[in-house]
């Protein structure tokens, strides 16, 4: 079974800030089955990435994602006050077929 | 502009079936795979399971034995059923849109807002 280990759990950071997230997989993932989604309170998560780097339609260009094998990584080049929320990894295709990360909350500090 | 609307009850009882229903509107249900996703309150997102618009399904191992999904493409709806429900299947439930094509994942792309269901006597 893949275990999604996302880190940090919280991240504090200001506006204009960089934030680099964390996801490692406890097996290889396909590059090709892996996305990212964030979530705001009260609402349904919104997919931001997918296929480990390619943005969703919509996405601003200040969210970037990159990795392969076990370890990925989402990057909010410089955060917008409406950046802060919660992100989620999640990987398709492997048993089980799909699973979310534990996810990273990124709060202003 | 493909929308999700879940529906169902918002309160089941201890060891009963949880039924919710997934109206897919905009669009079509064909030629996609269909999901829930559940959270229970204040934590991560959960797996449920999915069908793929022709009937195929695919269900979290550890929700397996309890989980039933279906689809009726002439209502372009899905559905949702969990057997014998405890406290700990309370949470909010999402239906979502998952895009798989040619070996490729685009990911889950269109969600309903969520509807929350409690266990409780």
């Not at chain 1, 504090?12 to 892996?34: F, H, I, K, N």
């Not at chain 1, 780097?53 to 970037?64: L, Y």
Request: net charge neutral; with cysteine.
């Amino acid at each position: 079974e893949i275990v999604l280990t996302q880190s940090p759990g919280t991240l504090s950071l200001s506006p204009g800030e960089r934030a680099t997230l964390s996801c490692r997989a406890s097996q290889s993932v396909d590059s090709s089955y892996l996305a990212w989604y964030q979530q705001k309170p009260g609402q349904a998560p919104r997919l931001l990435i997918y296929g480990a780097s390619s943005r969703a339609t919509g996405i601003p260009d200040r969210f970037s994602g990159s990795g392969s094998g076990t370890d990925f990584t989402l990057t909010i080049s410089r955060l917008e006050p409406e950046d802060f929320a919660v992100y989620y990894c999640q990987q398709y295709g492997s048993s089980p077929d799909l699973t979310f990360g534990g996810g990273t909350k990124v709060e202003i500090k | 502009q493909v929308q999700l609307q879940e529906s169902g009850p918002g309160l089941v009882k201890p060891s009963e079936t949880l039924s919710l229903t997934c109206t897919v509107s905009g669009g079509s249900i064909s030629s996609y795979y269909w999901s829930w996703i559940r959270q229970p309150p204040g934590k991560g997102l959960e797996w449920i399971g999915y069908i793929y618009y022709r009937g195929s399904t695919n269900y979290n191992p550890s929700l397996k034995t309890r989980v039933t999904i279906s689809v009726d493409t002439s209502k372009n709806q899905f559905s949702l059923k969990l057997s014998s429900v405890t406290a700990a299947d309370t949470a909010v439930y999402y239906c979502a849109r998952m895009v798989y094509a040619m070996d490729y994942y685009y990911g889950m792309d269109v969600w309903g807002q969520g509807t929350t269901v409690t266990v409780s006597s």
